[in-house]
């Protein structure tokens, strides 16, 4: 008889070790799980802004700022056009005004005419070369766009 007792207080002493700060182990697990679930929720959420923030500043407007400074603002309009179009020359002069990391490009350029030259991307295996003179009014916004297989300029 005193060994059988000896086995039920061994299993009851055997049982209060397994449990941890009055908990049961389902419930410990529970807790534990919880503990993980925060962990992966806040993970997550962290690589959406960082993901949100890496697609706002792709996607942004480059700004390329004004093209001639000496020109009074209120003779001055503001041309915005799409990285497919890549330009050689203002009026004859080289210029640089690629940002292809950019979707949209925007720069303020004299009012009047002007002739722009250089190529556009018309498809995936084709571009084009332009050449293309437009008359710009002072204070007014523009767009150059190349589609179906040119390069035009409208008013906004």
């Known amino acids: 008889m005193l060994q059988f007792s000896n086995l039920i207080n061994a299993s009851a002493m055997e049982t209060e070790t397994i449990l941890k700060n009055g908990a049961s182990p389902k419930s410990q ?3 534990e799980m919880n503990d993980i679930q925060k962990k992966i929720r806040l993970f997550v959420k ?8 890496v697609f706002m500043t792709g996607c942004g407007t480059a700004n390329l700022g004004v093209y001639d400074r000496s020109t009074p603002s209120d003779e001055q309009c503001t041309l915005f056009f ?4 890549s330009f050689a020359e203002f009026d004859g002069k080289a210029v640089n005004w690629d940002k292809a ?3 949209t490009v925007k720069i303020i350029i004299p009012a009047g005419n002007h002739t722009f030259s250089g190529s556009a991307i018309m498809s995936a295996y084709m571009s084009r070369n332009f050449s293309l003179t ?3 009014e002072a204070g007014k916004t523009y767009k150059m766009d190349s589609k179906r297989g040119y390069v035009a300029i409208q008013k906004q």
């Open 29 to 31: 697990m529970s807790r």
């Open 46 to 53: 962290g690589m959406i802004y960082i993901l949100l923030a």
């Open 82 to 85: 799409d990285t497919s179009i």
């Open 101 to 103: 990391y950019r979707k």
């Open 134 to 136: 437009y008359t710009f």
